[in-house]
T-cell receptor, first 112, second 113 residues
Framework: SQTIHQWPATLVQPVGSPLSLECTVE??????LYWYRQAAGRGLQLLFY??????ISSEVPQNLSASRPQDRQFILSSKKLLLSDSGFYLC???????????FGQGTRLTVV | GQQLNQSPQSMFIQEGEDVSMNCTSS?????WLWYKQEPGEGPVLLIA?????ELTSNGRLTAQFGITRKDSFLNISASIPSDVGIYFC?????????????FGPGTSLSVIP
């Protein structure tokens, strides 16, 4: 069966510090991978998606970047965090484009 | 941009009551997805719908793919306290080369024992 792992679960970082969140998927190959952000009590905003290694599409201009160095690894990064980067970050995978996505447990990021 | 709208925004119900919520869009969707999210967790897929008019159940949950393909409904029968959470509808939005899954703003459900 397929599983998705996302870490860390919680993170407190000072403004201006770098960020690296990692997500890995097991039990499938060539998944579509997604990063979403969820502000408190709000819906999910799609940040990045990837249909293959090295292929990243960005949905909104922001202080973040994503990379996919391996087929089942998706990384969310920032060189310098802003206060507004605080939120709940969710990684997800889907087998094919546009099909149901399955989510990791999320990372609660607080920038102080 | 394209959006999904959900109503109601929040619900407070007594345990044992039935729940109805819906999701609408100005665009046509070929797939409708319903997720539940509990505090501090990632959303969990409840039901996926693939055909207009389709009615699918998962235990006490029943979802329907609207015949116009622009809406979907989720019903929960005989609610229990563990039904508490935020319910999201979602669907793949067609783009020029590939789809992306977008989410509605969610319906927050509170169940009073």
């Amino acid at each position: 069966s397929q599983t998705i792992h996302q870490w860390p679960a919680t993170l407190v970082q000072p403004v201006g510090s770098p960020l690296s969140l990692e997500c890995t998927v097991e039990g499938t190959s060539n998944p579509n991978l997604y990063w979403y952000r969820q502000a408190a009590g709000r819906g999910l905003q799609l940040l990045f998606y990837s249909v293959g290694i090295g292929q990243i599409s960005s949905e909104v201009p922001q202080n973040l970047s994503a990379s996919r160095p391996q087929d089942r690894q998706f990384i969310l990064s920032s060189k310098k965090l802003l206060l507004s980067d605080s939120g709940f970050y969710l990684c997800a995978w889907a087998k094919w484009e546009g099909t149901e996505a399955f989510f990791g447990q999320g990372t609660r990021l607080t920038v102080v | 941009g394209q959006q999904l709208n959900q109503s109601p925004q929040s619900m407070f119900i007594q345990e044992g009551e039935d729940v109805s919520m819906n999701c609408t869009s100005s665009s046509i969707f070929n797939t409708w997805l319903w997720y539940k999210q509990e505090p501090g967790e990632g959303p969990v897929l409840l039901i996926a719908l693939y055909k207009a008019g389709e009615l699918t159940s998962n235990g006490r949950l029943t979802a329907q793919f609207g015949i116009t393909r622009k809406d979907s409904f989720l019903n929960i029968s005989a609610s229990i306290p563990s039904d508490v959470g935020i319910y999201f509808c979602a669907g793949p939005l067609m783009k020029t080369s590939y789809d992306k899954v977008i989410f509605g703003p969610g319906t927050s459900l509170s169940v009073i024992p």
